[in-house]
Nanobody
Framework: QVQVVESGGGLVQPGGSLRLSCEAS????????LGWYRQAPGKERELVGC????????NYGESVKGRFTISRDNAKNTMYLQMNSLKPEDTAVYYC????????????????????WGQGTQVTVSS
């Protein structure tokens, strides 16, 4: 049984910070790459970023690069998304995804969406 659970969302003012967590069970966490996605109302779900199995390599969407940081603690089966300098356009439901494929190409790390999703956690950036 695979279960993915996100937590840490909430309301924050522009320029503020939040830290999201994703805990996964039922998989061999330490050898799996993972991804963070988000979906705003009326928009398609998009990749926020991804992290390789060891946590040594990450990749981010252009809209969040330099502001968001993905990390993981394999001993706790948990992945994190540290969000700084938040903007109203970051408002969305944030999802953790597991079970996807991954690889390295032209010096970059890539994650291909897998079948396991959490229920999501709402992030609202507003004054």
């Amino acid at each position: 049984q695979v279960q993915v659970v996100e937590s840490g969302g909430g309301l924050v003012q522009p320029g503020g910070s939040l830290r999201l967590s994703c805990e996964a069970s039922g998989i061999i966490f330490s050898i799996k790459a993972l991804g963070w996605y988000r979906q705003a109302p009326g928009k398609e779900r998009e990749l926020v970023g991804c992290i390789d199995s060891s946590g040594g390599r990450t990749n981010y969407g252009e809209s969040v690069k330099g502001r968001f940081t993905i990390s993981r603690d394999n001993a706790k089966n948990t992945m994190y998304l540290q969000m700084n300098s938040l903007k109203p356009e970051d408002t969305a439901v944030y999802y953790c995804n597991a079970g996807g494929g991954s690889g390295y190409l032209d010096g970059n790390f890539y994650y291909m969406q897998g079948p396991y999703w959490g229920q999501g956690t709402q992030v609202t950036v507003s004054s």
